[in-house]
């Protein structure tokens, strides 16, 4: 069974530049989340999406911050305009429905760079 | 907020030894799952081991045992037989009713030959 997919795997940009990262969940998979872990930090959730919708954004910086789900599968986080703030690793996890335990399972992770 | 704490920024630990990660957590869920993830230096977050709050026993997944004090609101993570390869960080997490995982800060385990 293929993993929960990532790209890039590394980005680099200045400040006030957009960027987006992609993430293909686990077939199956029906809930996503986006994580943001700052370096030194434990994973901070940005948004999770339940299918296509949205179930919680309350901490996700909306006057940059955005994340779509198209068909309700693969999701797609952009940050525009980027702060030197934003750089940290940003980890796409999935889980199933029906899962008893609640685990969830991650990515690679995307490292963002803003100099 | 409903917080995880994880006081042991870093500890070391010789390679054979068991070794004790330690994690305390708020909730106000009435049922909550802890999990444990390893992350090594690769990045990706590696699930180790899951305790639900109504669980009668400590959950175990081959070296890995978590001690579960629910009156102390404490789930800490042994490793038994350490190896070279559990040097990582390691992150307690809290899930709930709203499917999403809490984490904590972390610690930063090095195991010593």
Redesign the interface.
């Known amino acids: 069974e293929a993993g929960v997919a990532q790209s890039p795997r590394y980005k680099i940009i200045e400040k006030r530049q957009s960027v987006a990262f992609w993430c293909n969940p686990i077939s199956g998979h029906a809930?996503l989340?986006w994580y943001q872990q700052i370096l030194?930090?434990?994973?901070?959730?940005l948004i999770?999406f339940q299918n296509n919708g949205v179930?919680?954004d309350s901490q996700l910086p909306k006057d940059r911050f955005s994340a779509e789900r198209l068909k309700g599968v693969d999701s797609t986080l952009k940050i525009q305009p980027a702060k030197l703030e934003d750089s940290a690793?940003y980890?796409c996890?999935s889980?199933p429905v029906k899962?008893n335990?609640?685990?969830?399972?991650?990515?690679?992770?995307s490292?963002l760079t803003v100099l | 907020a409903q917080k995880i704490t994880q006081t042991q920024p870093g500890m070391f630990v010789q390679e054979k030894e068991a070794v004790t990660l330690d994690c305390t957590y708020d909730t106000s869920d009435p049922s909550y799952g802890l999990f444990w993830y390893k992350q090594p230096s690769s990045g990706e977050m590696i699930f180790l081991i899951y305790q639900g709050s109504y669980d009668q026993q400590n959950a175990t997944e081959g070296r890995y045992s978590l001690n579960f004090q629910k009156a102390r609101k404490s789930a800490n993570l042994v490793i038994s037989a350490s190896q070279l390869g559990d040097s990582a960080m390691y992150f307690c997490a809290r899930g709930g009713s709203a499917r999403q995982l809490t984490f904590g800060s972390g610690t930063q385990l090095t195991v010593l030959p």
């Open positions: 809930t989340y030194g930090q434990g994973p901070k959730l999770q179930v919680d690793v980890l996890a889980s899962n335990a609640g685990e969830l399972f991650f990515g690679e992770g490292r």
